[in-house]
């Protein structure tokens, strides 16, 4: 049987939670204070995922950059990708908060999407 020690992320209090797991099978969670702590625990041992957050060059905005994130959380092993891709990627203004500027992100299928509003400079 193996243990796992994590501190959770699935509320402000970052429990210190300990798995037990034989082989992916999750046993056992303790020293979770909420549900979230459980639910959180059993995914990251067996499939970690992350939101992943940052910003794109924009052109012609009122704004040099745009705050991005996927839209929802991407497998943790893939987080590299979708930001080699975010890091490549350009766009032109206006954009608006929840503007789809990546449609599939690495091939995740989860989209980036824009954080902020960024306007047009006329003229």
Known sequence: MEKRELTCIGCPMGCLVTVEMEGQEVLSVSGNTCKKGEI??????????RIVTSTVRIEGGDKPRLSVKTKSDVPKNRIHDVMEEINRCVVTAPV??????????AGTGVPVIATRNVEAVLG
């Open 96 to 105: 608006h908060i929840g503007d789809v500027v990546i449609e599939n992100a």
């Open 40 to 49: 959180y625990a059993r995914k990251e041992v067996v499939d970690p995922t």
